[in-house]
């Protein structure tokens, strides 16, 4: 079994890349969302793997707005047609279709992402994992589920390039 440094070790690891990518979207702009199909697997077992310890619920942080809508504008020009996507809900008729969107996940998961590796920078660990714990059960984690499902879809229909159709 693994203990728990290790297992922090590889969430710190997979955020710092996570967080990379994200922040230079234009790098390697011919295989960035490929990039984040490869990387967002990852993630969820990282993130996976540090929820099996318990470290204790912490409170987090907001985020500043308009730092968080900077990010998501740039995402999403950067992103284009291939931003939105429909969920599908079995609730009422109304609720049938609803809008997501990949640029609005990627910019809650980067910022959820980017405070825990704050902490660490000021040498707490546990507390960076506290954070991402608590973060990803009350926050980012349905905006992963939801980034892999739209990549993965983008990926069947060969549409992760850009110049793709």
């Known amino acids: 079994m693994t203990s728990l440094a290790e ?5 710190i690891d997979v955020a710092e890349g996570y967080c990379r990518l994200i922040e230079n979207p234009d790098e390697g702009a011919q295989r ?3 990039s984040l199909f490869t990387l967002m697997p990852r993630l969820h077992t990282a993130v996976t793997s540090l929820n099996a310890f318990e470290t ?3 409170q987090v ?12 504008s740039r995402l999403r020009k ?3 047609d291939r931003d939105s ?7 009422s008729p109304e609720d049938m279709h ?8 990627l910019t809650d998961i980067y910022f959820d992402l980017q405070h825990g590796l704050e902490l660490l920078d000021e040498a707490w660990p546990q507390r960076a994992a506290q ?3 608590t973060s990803y059960r009350l926050h980012w984690g349905q905006h992963l589920v939801d980034a892999e499902r739209h990549l993965y879809a983008l990926k069947v229909r060969d549409q992760l390039e850009p110049g793709q159709s």
């Open 7 to 11: 297992t922090l070790s590889e969430m």
């Open 32 to 34: 960035w969302l490929a």
């Open 56 to 58: 204790g619920d912490t």
């Open 98 to 105: 609803m809008s997501g969107s990949l640029a609005d996940d």
């Open 78 to 80: 950067r992103l284009g």
């Open 131 to 133: 954070v991402w714990q």
């Open 61 to 72: 942080p907001g985020v500043d707005l308009d730092d968080r809508f900077s990010l998501y």
């Open 85 to 91: 996507y429909w969920l599908e809900f079995d609730a």
